[in-house]
């Protein structure tokens, strides 16, 4: 029993450091093509809702008789012109979305923060705490820099939040490894 719970761990520590080094990779991709990442997350949110407007459009022919019909295809409507005006208007949508990503890492670098002192007490929390400032310093770059930087910042700043939580990740996980096998830095310090 203690065989596979220690098999777990390790299997869980192993899944967290290779996502946190994909996270990495994937950030550094991120920052080195920025106007391709722009678009790319640009299309992304458009296909996404679209994808969205079709799916409510689906439910609501299907749940037709039980009410609210006219506002469940007025919402559907709503979620495709949506992810049509992203195609149709690239820019302003990058425009758009440099925004509300500005407001997501504000938001994102406060649960952060408030993750990392919930973590005080484990060893490497101030890799969380550090994520958090670095996500929160982001997201006030956007909204000073917007909208002049738009089309280059939002993929650089997305690259830039996605390494640092790649690498915080990976730092934790090497720490949980380290707590999981005590014997193996014995041996290795003997």
Not at 84 to 98: C, K, S
Not at 110 to 137: C, H, S
């Amino acid at each position: 029993m203690t065989a596979d719970v220690s098999r777990d761990i390790k299997k869980d520590v192993n899944g967290s450091l290779i996502s946190g080094v994909l996270l990495s990779i994937l950030g550094v991709i991120a920052i080195a093509a920025p106007s391709l990442s722009t678009i790319f997350a640009e299309t992304w949110v458009a296909v996404i809702l679209i994808f969205a407007g079709f799916t409510k459009l689906v439910y609501a022919t299907q749940t037709r008789h039980q009410g609210g019909f006219i506002w469940k295809l007025l919402l559907s409507g709503l979620y495709i012109a949506t992810g049509i005006m992203l195609f149709v208007y690239p820019y302003t949508g990058i425009l758009t979305l440099t925004l509300l990503l500005g407001s997501f890492l504000l938001a994102e670098g406060t649960f952060e923060l408030i993750l990392a002192f919930k973590l005080r007490p484990q060893n490497n929390w101030t890799w969380i705490l550090g994520d958090g400032i670095i996500t929160l310093v982001l997201g006030a770059m956007i909204w000073f820099q917007w909208p002049f930087n738009a089309p280059w910042l939002l993929g650089t700043l997305v690259g830039v939040s996605i390494v640092f939580t790649g690498i915080s990740r990976v730092m934790l996980a090497l720490n949980a490894r380290s707590i999981s096998n005590p014997g193996n830095e014995a041996t290795n310090a003997t």
